[in-house]
Antibody
Framework: QVQLKESGPGLVQPSRTLSLTCTVS????????VSWVRQPPGKGLEWIAA???????DYNSALKSRLSISRDTSKSQVLLKMNSLQTEDTAMYFC????????????WGQGVMVTVSS | DIQMTQTPSSMPASLGERVTISCRAS??????LNWYQQKPDGTIKPLIY???NLQSGVPSRFSGSGSGTDYSLTISSLEPEDFAMYYC?????????FGGGTKLELK
């Protein structure tokens, strides 16, 4: 069955770089895209970035200068890097699969909490 | 960026009640509108994609409609498991954006 699992450090210091990994199973990254979405505590959802099955990428313009999304198809992993972290980046980070023809998130991971604090 | 305004932000309702959640885009989004449900444990699942298409496995009491800038999610008869947060999301143009959410609460 389709599964996505996020992993990463729980705590990051301000100004440092965050590296998150989404490990997928039950589908191929060359057939489906994957996206990252975050949710600050008690707030709504914010789309961050996406990487499509062909390898093309897209980023939230508000965060683009700090982001990099990539993939390792041999490991079934999607990687997200965000630099110059601020306290406002404290959030639950989710990865989600992009569902085929329509760009909707048809499967979600459980999320990984990232706290930015010194 | 396209702004998505969801109303109401919270909604007390009773079991068996019919409820509608609205989502308005700051510009036309050509039906590129999805709905998601988030449970209190944080789990998120898709409900409706491309305005009115029911995701596989989602009960038929959920339905979506709309066009242009105005969209809605309707639950025809509330079940206990439906009390959760609901989000709309546009994918007409990047950056994809979500509504602020609607908390469906038991009255």
């Amino acid at each position: 069955q389709v599964q996505l699992k996020e992993s990463g450090p729980g705590l990051v210091q301000p100004s440092r770089t965050l590296s998150l990994t989404c490990t997928v199973s039950g589908f191929s990254l060359t057939s489906y895209g994957v996206s990252w979405v975050r949710q600050p505590p008690g707030k709504g959802l914010e789309w961050i970035a996406a990487i499509w099955s062909g390898g093309s990428t897209d980023y939230n313009s508000a965060l683009k200068s700090r982001l990099s999304i990539s993939r390792d198809t041999s490991k079934s992993q999607v990687l997200l890097k965000m630099n110059s972290l601020q306290t406002e980046d404290t959030a639950m980070y989710f990865c989600a699969r992009l569902g085929g023809v329509d760009d909707y998130f048809d499967y979600w991971g459980q999320g990984v909490m990232v706290t930015v604090s010194s | 960026d396209i702004q998505m305004t969801q109303t109401p932000s919270s909604m007390p309702a009773s079991l068996g009640e019919r409820v509608t959640i609205s989502c308005r885009a700051s510009q036309g989004i050509s039906n590129y509108l999805n709905w998601y449900q988030q449970k209190p444990d944080g789990t998120i699942k898709p409900l409706i994609y491309y305005t009115s298409n029911l995701q596989s496995g989602v009960p038929s009491r959920f339905s979506g409609s709309g066009s242009g800038t105005d969209y809605s999610l309707t639950i025809s008869s509330l079940e206990p498991e439906d009390f959760a947060m609901y989000y709309c999301q546009q994918y007409d143009s990047s950056p994809w954006t979500f509504g602020g959410g609607t908390k469906l609460e038991l009255k």
